[in-house]
């Protein structure tokens, strides 16, 4: 699988990667080193941008941020979170061909999946309102009214 996710660093226009599981915990990383120092809270305001699109009853499995001077291609499954940043120029066919493949090979392995189920729990509570960040309640209490507001308390 490592040698999967390095193919998506030899794309040109990629400048990195990281998989995390959905509670935002960073198991696999490929990083320019200004990144390093954040990446834990990149990790999880993916994973609660993610929760908040699910409690929305969004589907947010292919996100794409497109800025000026960059892209973050996000891949969301249900039990991990694949992050690559690129160039906006990229090819983007090819890096969604390459992320597919670590996909399935996230899937097909057993002890990464064992790992993965692990942090479910975590992921429901991390979830839950009063975890999220004041920024992200406030954007649900908005969005979603009340009497449609999904139970997170597990």
Request: aromatic share 6%; with cysteine.
């Amino acid at each position: 699988m490592k040698d999967k996710l390095r193919e998506i660093n030899s794309i040109k226009g990629v400048w990195g990667y990281f998989l995390c599981d959905n509670t935002g915990k960073i198991l696999e990383r490929e990083m320019p080193i200004v990144f390093m120092k954040h990446l834990g809270m990149i990790g999880k305001e993916v994973t609660q941008v993610v929760g908040l699109l699910e409690s929305l009853r969004k589907s947010p499995e292919n996100l794409d941020l497109l800025f000026e001077d960059g892209r973050v291609m996000i891949r969301s499954l249900k039990k991990f979170i694949l992050v690559v940043f690129c160039d906006p120029n990229v090819d983007i066919p090819m890096l969604r061909l390459k992320t597919n493949v670590v996909i399935s090979e996230v899937n097909g392995d057993s002890k990464m999946q064992e790992l993965l189920q692990k942090g479910e729990w975590r992921r429901r509570r991390l979830l839950q309102k009063e975890h999220l960040c004041q920024e992200y309640r406030e954007i649900l209490n908005q969005l979603v009214p009340e009497d449609v507001k999904p139970d997170t308390s597990a």
